[in-house]
């Protein structure tokens, strides 16, 4: 199978830190790819390069065939950048909505301004996809009135109106209450579900058990561990595999 | 909705309504003893200048109408200088967030000079020193300058910490949508941070209102202080006359402070 993502060979230093160490990776196109790790173990900014948040200091993503060298300077990087973006969607820990826009402005922004899409034709696909996440009742709302699980399924909504090929999560559900988890969950599994390409990274080990198709474990900045969840969970490889799922076992109980 | 509004009149009060009630009385009392305090102070002033010291009534009637007449001058410039400030102070803030050493650089050299030298320094040297190297403007614009410049550079603050209330989230959310750097800001930084800006600007032009009385001293422009001046002067009435030009800016910026406390509320009751 074609992979739509590849990553070759990244590096990323912030200062003399080194905190993504030769990094090469493969995800073919649907698949659902948790990535986990400690906190500090580099997961969050390997995702954050997939779309150039991080600027990636060596090596090369490639997204859906657009292919951008990291560490570059120049209009014609930029540009590059600029179609990684559109072929990527992203939801962030802290949903960062947009406060001074209404929940169907947040979502037709994109579309209308970056893709310079039919504000009507923007509208109608931002209706579809709140529908689909469960609030289109709340469209006019703004976001200061919405709870944290509704702010994060509008950023999903918001995410996938700019129809990307891939979905980045950077800790959906991380700074949510627990109570409000599950419903942010059931959208991404629906989403993963209608086939979208996935890259998620998370502490939700139930969601990596049961939706995920690939695991991966990161530590120092490298990666561990590349497994089906049901191996890694069942026969990890890696001992600081081990100590995370064992760690994460407890907390569970 | 709320604990109170639905309660029903024959049912005893809960213990929380009889402290919510007893907090409203003393608001209440606090409110009416202030008001009576100022009614007091107010009497004071009106019954000082109508016994105790001489005015000459004739006099405030005589010229009520031409100092009136400087209303309009002093309320122009006050609006055309804020619009310069408030452009300036923009351009000034978004050079402080530059990474760019050279606009960085003329950002802080422009607040620093300006913030360095008195007003009234600056307001001369545009109607007196300017014109000594042949640069002659007409005096209400060069009022407009002096004034636009200083507080522009007072004002780039308030708009620093505008833009600087503007989470790093907002220009991820924005970028990762795929937004260029000018889309970011025209788009989702400038509107919240103007947002921000707008109470403490209007405090500004409140300010300015009266600053702009300055600018009378160049005899260029003639606004409510000018003439006052003028006519208390020749007439020697400067006590009638800067008695009528103080109730004017007075009643002005009550006035203005009113509007600006409603804007304020609206805006709190906004969609944040």
Known sequence: MVPIVKISNLDKYFGHLHVLKNITLE???????????????????????????????????????????????????????????????????????????????????????????????????????????????????YPMRLSGGQKQRVAIARALTMEPRVMLFDEPTSALDPELIGEVMNVMKKIAKEGMTMVVVTHEMGFAKDVADRVLVMAEGELIEDAKPADLFSNPKDPRTKALIDRYRNDDN | ????????????????????????????????????????????????????????????????????????????????????????????????????????????????????????????????????????????????????????????????AGLASVGKGQREAAMALGMTPTQTLKRIILPQALRFAIPPTGNEFIAMTKDSALVSATGFVHELMWRSVKVGRAQFHNLEALIMAAIFYWVMTIILSYLQNILETRLAKGDR
């Open chain 1, 27 to 141: 995800i073919p196109q649907r698949q659902v790819v948790c990535l986990i790790g400690r906190s500090g173990s580099g997961k969050s900014t390997l995702l954050r390069c997939i779309n150039f948040l991080e600027e990636p200091s060596h090596g090369s993503i490639e997204v859906d065939g657009v292919k951008v060298e990291g560490g570059e300077k120049g209009a014609q990087h930029r540009q590059l950048v600029h179609d990684v973006r559109l072929k990527t969607g992203m939801v962030f820990q802290e949903f960062n909505l947009f406060p001074h826009m209404s929940v169907l402005e947040n979502v037709i922004e994109g579309p209308v301004i970056v893709k310079g899409m039919d504000r009507k034709k923007a509208i109608e696909l931002a209706e579809q996809n709140l529908d689909s996440v469960g609030l289109l009742f709340k469209k006019d709302e």
């Open chain 2, 1 to 160: 909705m709320s604990l109170f509004s639905n309660k029903d009149s024959d049912a005893p009060k809960s213990q929380a309504e009889l402290l919510f009630e007893a907090q409203k009385r003393k608001e209440r009392l606090f409110r009416t003893n202030v008001a009576i305090t100022w009614g007091i102070l107010l009497f004071f002033l009106v019954y000082l200048f109508s016994g105790p010291i001489d005015v000459d009534t004739q006099f405030i009637r005589d010229n009520m109408l031409f100092i009136a007449g400087g209303l309009g001058e002093t309320i122009r410039i006050s609006i055309l200088s804020i619009i310069f400030a408030t452009l300036l102070a923009l351009f000034a803030a978004l050079g402080r967030l530059s990474t760019i050493p050279p606009i960085y650089a003329l950002s802080t050299f422009y607040v620093s000079l300006i913030r360095g030298t008195p007003l009234y320094l600056q307001i001369m040297f545009f109607f007196l020193a300017l014109p000594q190297v042949g640069i002659r403007l007409p005096g209400l614009w060069a009022g407009v300058i002096a004034l636009g410049l200083n507080y522009g550079a007072y004002m780039s603050e308030i708009f620093r």
